[in-house]
């Protein structure tokens, strides 16, 4: 690796972190609330070995492979803390705005990387999030 890619993804580094901080300031100022703390409940019993959540009686459909299983690796590297519900959020936005921006930094990049960002996308924020655009049919700008 040469001094120019280093500075790059050195400079890359830093906007990552500098973005993570302001997304986990942003996302304090929401409430905890029943899915999140559900959902990190239900990690904490993930990492305590309980995997398939037996005995449990709250839906954990939408959000194990997207929240459940992310939330117990880092409660097992970490340990128990509520502020993972806003930490592990931001790191998510992060990695997505990185990838989108290599993506287009790279102009002889093939179409081929874009469909797997969306895919990655689609994985990580979850099909809610996503636009069909029949969502937005009645709005008006």
Known sequence: MNKRNFIHYGVYLVI???ASLIYYKIGQRIDINSDM??????????SKGNVFLKGW???????????IVWYSLVILIG?????YNYAIPAVYLVILCTLVIAC???KKADFFPYIILARLTRFILGKQYISTGNSYRNVHF
């Open 79 to 83: 340990g128990y803390h509520y502020m």
């Open 16 to 18: 990552a972190i500098i």
């Open 37 to 46: 703390a559900s959902g990190f409940l239900a990690a904490s019993d993930v």
């Open 104 to 106: 287009c930094d790279n």
């Open 57 to 67: 009686s709250l839906s954990t459909v939408p959000f194990y492979f997207t929240e």
